[in-house]
């Protein structure tokens, strides 16, 4: 298995033990950033809680939206997890940035794997998980 499949591999396993619905089954469903949402919530549902969607679901861009309605949404969440790291847990994101555009497009895995937290200190999220919600 390659390097970028065995970590696309425990970032999906890594996602569904969020306390989140529905689980995902690949990295090609984080392109509307909807899943990506619910995991930032679960995390930190203060900080995070203006890139909710609204209660009808209108807020977050369906799976089979176009790809600029999934780049926007991407794009906010980005800018938005960028500046929880640099304020909240003193860090800085590393560069250079996913882009947005070829998972927006493409699903790009290489390209969510970084949207997905892989240099994002992934063990500090699942430590802040465990110790919220007791997964």
Do not use: Q
Request: hydrophobic share 35%; with cysteine.
């Amino acid at each position: 298995m390659s390097n970028e499949r065995a970590v696309a591999a425990a970032l999906v396993d890594w996602i569904n033990a969020c306390p989140i619905e529905p689980k995902i089954s690949n990295l090609g469903e984080l392109s509307d950033g909807f899943v990506i949402t619910k995991v930032l919530l679960a995390i930190d549902p203060y900080y995070f809680r203006s890139t909710a969607p609204n209660s009808d679901g209108a807020g977050g861009a369906s799976p089979g939206a176009h790809w600029v309605l999934k780049f926007h949404k991407l794009k906010r969440l980005h800018k938005d997890l960028t500046k929880y790291y640099t304020e909240n847990l003193g860090h800085r994101l590393p560069s250079p940035p996913p882009n947005l555009t070829l998972i927006a497009k493409d699903g790009n895995v290489g390209e969510s794997i970084k949207v997905g937290f892989r240099d994002y200190r992934l063990s500090d999220y699942c430590s802040c998980l465990t110790t919220a919600d007791g997964i």
